[in-house]
């Protein structure tokens, strides 16, 4: 078992930075992904970036590539998500989740533990 706990979000203007963090804790010395995902209202939940057990994978989504970067301090067990040049279509429930595939997946599916989600919003 893996517990995931969100933190971080909250509201800011288009263009601003934001970071959201999550801690790990349970089975987080087995070789670990982490991954961030969100969801909007009306919307699926869906990919925004992955990192591998010992950072040397990242994945990001198009749609965030260039501006977020995601990061694991494995000393303490937190995965974050700093967010740059935030535009309202970043608007959600920013959610952290945990896998043991290696590497780690892109989709929702490939993940079996989840974190509770934070709220981001970013006003026009």
């Known amino acids: 078992q893996v517990q995931l706990v969100e933190s971080g979000g909250g509201l800011v203007q288009t263009g601003d930075s934001l970071r959201v963090s999550c801690a790990a804790s349970?089975?987080?010395?087995?070789?670990?992904?982490l991954g961030w995902f969100r969801q909007a209202p009306g919307h699926e939940r869906e990919f925004v970036a992955a990192i591998s057990w010992n950072g040397g994978i990242t994945y990001y989504a198009d749609s965030v590539k260039g501006r977020f970067t995601i990061s694991r301090d494995n000393t303490k067990d937190t995965v974050s998500l700093q967010m740059s040049n935030l535009k309202p279509e970043d608007t959600a429930v920013y959610f952290c989740?945990?896998?043991?595939?290696?590497?780690?997946?892109?989709?929702?599916?490939?993940?079996?533990?989840w974190g509770q989600g934070t709220q981001v919003t970013v006003s026009s």
């Open positions: 349970g089975r987080t010395k087995d070789g670990v992904a």
């Open positions: 989740a945990a896998t043991m595939a290696h590497p780690p997946s892109t989709t929702s599916r490939g993940y079996g533990y």
